[in-house]
């Protein structure tokens, strides 16, 4: 399908965190290309947890102010109730029926009913058991793929969860066209960026003031996700307001800040960047070493060639800390660099583009 002519806006892609929600809306050309952000807004939430009714109607209410075209929205969903299971199915060119086949093996290692259930999955390169994502006997019982065998990765949650998530929105007088997987809607987003050989590993490395993703891919294919909670930069965010004595919004305010003047010398004598690269630090280390063990694993695993190629990119609002990219790489991951989209905006953009065609794209939506 591709976007008629007529058509100027994607939906709003609504990217919700612990401590915000992202708001992005895109503007298609007629050939299905998201050449640039149209509209965007980042909400802080101080109480976390989900979104209730009168969250939901005070986002909805922004958008009318910000000039957000329409009340269509994408939402994005993650954490402990969004299931990741490497799996084996048939031969792609078999005829046998892979979506629903797909969804009852997920089913089958979560212990969900495989009629409430909405899940995708995709094709992995040969060789596709992954640490910290069990890798299931499949169709046929064998463990691994067998001779002609697919290995692929499924995605899915139940629909109690995605109701639950639905509620407030509907209430709000949203008109939700998807809820989609936050880390597939980072893969979308990203996709321009990755350089489409398999010889090449890129690491995503997704960092938010409430936790971390790692995201490996090999060539354009997602073959390695690792979610780390304890890895949230709103800790060091916290021990930066310590040291400088102010409250952690001014903090928040001072992590994005563009203007070199907000980051001028402390009455210590050293600039309020030292200090925030310094409560950083631990947390950029950390990272590093978690980003270099997952992407040397799924290289060795999933690359063609010797000596693959290794790209490095920063997503998430903690990656928006002005020089953010050169810790990463002083820490051995040399030429991390920042997507061209402000990081914080990232996940919520790769959710408005959800229904956006793409050629590379080979995930497959069980209904």
């Not at 987003?189 to 891919?217: E, K, N």
């Not at 090999?218 to 780390?228: C, D, F, N, P, W």
Request: some cysteine; overall charge neutral; aromatic content about 4%.
């Amino acid at each position: 399908m591709r976007w008629p002519g007529q058509i100027h806006a994607t939906p709003i892609g609504v990217d919700v965190t612990p401590g915000a929600i992202t708001l992005a809306q895109s503007a298609p050309n007629a050939d299905g290309v998201v050449p640039a952000l149209e509209h965007s807004a980042i909400l802080d939430r101080p109480s976390g947890g989900p979104v209730s009714d009168a969250e939901a109607e005070r986002v909805m209410g922004v958008l009318a102010r910000r000039g957000f075209r329409g009340r269509s929205i994408v939402l994005g969903m993650s954490g402990p109730n969004v299931a990741g299971e490497v799996i084996t199915l048939p031969p792609l060119t078999s005829k046998a029926p892979l979506d629903t086949l797909a969804r009852a093996e997920l089913a089958r290692l979560r212990r969900w009913d495989d009629r409430a259930i909405e899940c995708a999955w995709w094709a992995l390169p040969a060789g596709a058991a992954m640490p910290g994502i069990g890798a299931s006997a499949g169709v046929g019982g064998a463990a691994g793929p067998g001779a002609g065998a697919t290995s692929a990765m499924t995605v899915g949650a139940q629909h109690s969860h995605v109701e639950s998530l639905l509620t407030p929105w509907v209430a709000a007088g949203a008109d939700v066209l998807a809820v989609d997987v936050r880390s597939l809607a980072i893969w979308r987003a990203v996709m321009p960026s990755l350089p489409p050989g398999r010889g090449v590993t890129s690491v995503v490395i997704d960092t938010r003031r409430d936790g971390a993703t790692i995201l490996i891919f090999a060539g354009r294919t997602l073959v390695y996700e690792r979610s780390l909670s304890d890895l949230a930069m709103g800790k060091a965010m916290l021990l930066a307001a310590q040291r400088l004595g102010v409250e952690p919004a001014v903090v928040h305010e001072l992590w994005c800040a563009t203007d070199a003047a907000a980051l001028a010398s402390t009455p210590g004598g050293r600039s309020v960047l030292d200090v925030l690269h310094d409560c950083a630090a631990p947390t950029v280390r950390a990272l590093a070493e978690e980003a270099r063990v997952s992407g040397a694993y799924a290289s060795g695993r999933f690359a063609a060639g010797d000596g693959p190629e290794s790209v490095v990119l920063l997503t998430g609002d903690a990656a928006a800390l002005p020089g953010f990219a050169d810790l990463i790489s002083r820490e051995g991951l040399a030429g991390a660099a920042l997507i061209n989209c402000p990081p914080a905006l990232l996940a919520a953009r790769g959710l408005s583009t959800w229904h956006v065609p793409s050629r590379t794209t080979r995930a497959r939506r069980a209904a």
